[in-house]
């Protein structure tokens, strides 16, 4: 009898621990008006741990459903439309993902590819109409960027605004939000670092969306993640660290000094797993590259698998060749276009092979 007396006082200090943790409380706009929910939270981030799952491994192997297909977006306002429907479905109360990761392509000219003879122009100040036109191109953010990261800063930044309009046209009282944007968090003002923050009726309405963040960035968002609270979005857009791991990042996964020696050198597993005690997961993803000579593209949202889509010869559409359940590599695409009898692109072009 004495046994079960002593449990269930134990279990009775258990309880009230954990009712006194208290949110985050702040006179900053950026603060959130219901604190008391910061309990969900908690119980969300302790139970995300108990399951051993980590950013990666849970946006990437969730449980997607059978019906759900993907498109490539063959224009800026159509990914504008796919990224920020798929915001909203993930910040739903049914999905209640509000931590987001999502990387996009970026708009720019369709003569980008020439290299050492192209400029563009207005690259401080750009016109932002430029960048609804149907003649854009959707280029993933590789080295064909010649003015490096400060240029993908511009057309990022230019993306980020648009997706957080269209996201925000539903406010309450149909009040526009206004933008602001805070370069603070770039220090050396060179790194294509900035938060895009959107100011609607009431602050329970705004968004957070910090612009290429790296590394360095982790204390910003962290700060940021805090003063939102539960119940606000705060969502990365094209990450500067890479989805796939190399060696420092397969190293800095690990544990013990070898981990932290591997981090302290650039490698991103502490910093994944500092996002991912907040609550950040992949939500959009939509990257490209060059496959068998031909343009390749893997879009994923997080509730469904990865889809594999190859350009056709004309440049007009993209052709499903293949479904992962996990993001798959640079052979495993080969393989795909190889069972869709997908040849080699310059075969293709001088008539060695058909056309796709």
Request: net charge negative.
């Amino acid at each position: 009898m004495d046994l079960i007396i002593l449990c269930l006082l134990l279990a009775n200090t258990e309880v009230a621990a954990f009712s006194s943790v208290t949110g985050p409380t702040t006179t900053l706009r950026l603060a959130m008006e219901c604190p008391t929910k910061a309990n969900h939270r908690l119980c969300a981030t302790e139970q995300q741990q108990i399951d051993g799952e980590s950013m990666s491994s849970s946006s990437l192997s969730s449980s997607p459903s059978s019906e759900i297909k993907m498109y490539v977006p063959r224009s800026f306002d159509e990914m504008v439309k796919q990224v920020s429907a798929t915001m909203e479905d993930a910040a739903s109360s049914s999905n209640n993902k509000k931590r987001q990761v999502i990387r996009i392509l970026l708009p720019r000219s369709p003569d980008n590819d020439q290299f050492g003879t192209y400029y563009e122009q207005n690259v401080i100040d750009p016109d932002p109409s430029m960048y609804t036109d149907t003649s854009l191109v959707l280029v993933p953010p590789d080295e064909s960027w010649q003015g490096g990261i400060m240029q993908l800063y511009r057309s990022a930044s230019l993306a980020c605004q648009e997706i957080l309009r269209r996201y925000s046209r539903n406010a309450p009282g149909g009040v526009v939000p206004r933008l602001q944007e805070d370069r603070s968090f770039d220090e050396s003002g060179v790194d294509g670092v900035g938060l895009w923050m959107t100011q609607g009726a009431t602050a329970a309405d705004d968004v957070s969306c910090f612009v290429q963040p790296n590394q360095e960035t982790i204390e910003g968002i962290e700060f940021i993640t805090n003063q939102a609270g539960p119940d606000r979005v705060v969502v990365l857009m094209n990450p500067q660290w890479r989805i796939v791991d190399d060696a420092l990042d397969s190293a800095s996964k690990s544990g013990g000094v070898l981990g932290q020696f591997a981090s302290f050198l650039g490698g991103k597993g502490g910093t994944l797993k500092r996002l991912d005690s907040m609550g950040f997961e992949n939500i959009y993803v939509l990257e490209g590259y060059v496959c068998r000579g031909g343009n390749v593209r893997l879009i994923k949202k997080f509730d469904t698998d990865w889809f594999v889509f190859a350009e056709n010869d004309d440049g007009t559409d993209f052709i499903e060749v293949g479904i992962s359940p996990q993001r798959p590599t640079y052979q495993e695409v080969d393989q795909m276009l190889d069972n869709n009898n997908i040849t080699l692109k310059y075969a293709r072009d001088i008539g060695l092979a058909p056309k796709l």
